[in-house]
């Protein structure tokens, strides 16, 4: 059972253009909504991280808008560059867990 | 080391052979997961290691499966009996605190023929 549903499984983007990718969960107790990015032959790297009590965090281009009522998060690229291209994954853990619940993982392709 | 090191980076083997995978955590990291990585399934949570205390192995998918931490350091992911389904890379990750912050490695990539 997938406990995090994300997608789209791909997406195309113009270089310049926003990139948003959208993450589902059921478990209300999980407290930490991390992102990542994944390159070829490379491991994941976190990316950007929120906490349910904000709604929305920002970091660079990057940004998580959280809605806990609709139990949904996403991650939006702003002015998406070549160099973003690579698999985002979301996940969601909880404090007194011991694992980080991955969603299926959205292939970014920018085109220059 | 800088980063988290895992060895093999890949591995061919034969269907029914043992395998082990290494994985060498950032030093001072007291919280050590193994995941393994399908295409289009994820990351799948395997084992988890927190310092000295029992590991949680709940999400080791059969007893072929098993790892161990040694000296809180260096871990080793072993596949006994390997079977074509075991083809996945095996993700290695430490973390200062646990379930927050991980480091991922670059994994190893095994191929079982």
């Known amino acids: 059972q997938q406990q995090v549903k994300q997608s789209p499984q791909s997406l195309i983007v113009q270089k310049g253009g926003i990139s948003i990718i959208n993450c589902a969960y059921e478990?209300?107790?999980?407290?930490?909504f991390p992102w990542y990015q994944q390159f070829p032959g490379k491991g994941p790297a976190l990316l950007i991280a929120i906490r349910p009590d904000v709604s929305e965090k920002k970091e660079g281009r990057f940004t998580i808008s959280f809605n806990k009522s609709a139990k949904q998060f996403s991650l939006h690229i702003m002015d998406s560059q070549p160099g973003d291209s690579a698999t985002y994954f979301c996940a969601a853990s909880m404090t007194a867990g011991n694992q980080f619940y991955f969603g299926t993982g959205t292939s970014l392709t920018v085109i220059p | 080391g800088a980063g988290v090191s895992q060895s093999p980076s890949n591995k061919v083997t034969e269907k029914g052979k043992d395998v082990e995978l290494r994985c060498d955590p950032i030093s001072g990291h007291t919280a050590l997961y193994w995941y393994r990585q399908s295409l289009g399934q994820g990351l799948e949570f395997l084992i988890y290691f927190q310092g000295n205390s029992a590991p949680d192995k709940s999400g080791l998918p059969s007893d072929r499966f098993s790892a161990e931490r040694t000296g809180g350091s260096v871990s080793t992911l072993t596949i006994q009996r390997t079977q074509q389904e075991d083809s996945a890379v095996y993700l290695c990750?430490?973390?200062?605190?646990?379930?927050?912050?991980?480091?991922f490695g670059s994994g190893t990539r095994l191929t079982v023929v």
């Open positions: 478990n209300t107790a999980f407290d930490y």
């Open positions: 990750a430490s973390s200062f605190t646990g379930n927050y912050g991980y480091t």
